[in-house]
């Protein structure tokens, strides 16, 4: 089992930047897959990105973040980082992290959800 509770989401201007955290709890942290997803209003939730459990050597993204946005981990910390950078309007949403046995894009292959962290980007 594992529990996960985001931080850091906010207000923040077109261009700026925010960095999102992700506890995690249980001693089985450094197994899963972490992944990153979000949720605009009307829209369905979408991946972000996502970072292997073995010190996080492999990553995919999102071609809308790309080059924007970075996803690290902690282990030792137990936690999962989604700095993201040049933020612009599109990128208001609710940001889930989730945990999952494999490195993928897929929402379904996540067993574990934190309850989210609101971002909204002002003109």
């Known amino acids: 089992q594992v529990q996960l509770v985001e931080s850091g989401g906010g207000l923040v201007q077109a261009g700026g930047s925010l960095r999102l955290s992700c506890a995690a709890s249980g001693r089985t942290f450094s197994s899963y897959g972490m992944g990153w997803f979000r949720q605009a209003p009307g829209k369905e939730r979408e991946f972000v990105a996502t970072i292997s459990w073995n010190g996080g050597t492999i990553t995919y993204y999102a071609d809308s973040v790309k080059g924007r946005f970075t996803i690290s981990r902690d282990n030792a910390k137990n936690t999962v980082y989604l700095q993201m950078n040049s933020l612009n309007l599109e990128d208001t949403a609710v940001y889930y992290c989730?945990?999952?046995?494999?490195?993928?894009?897929?929402?379904?292959?996540?067993?574990?959800w934190g309850q989210g962290t609101q971002v909204t980007v002002s003109s």
């Open positions: 989730a945990a999952s046995r494999w490195v993928v894009p897929t929402l379904k292959a996540y067993d574990y």
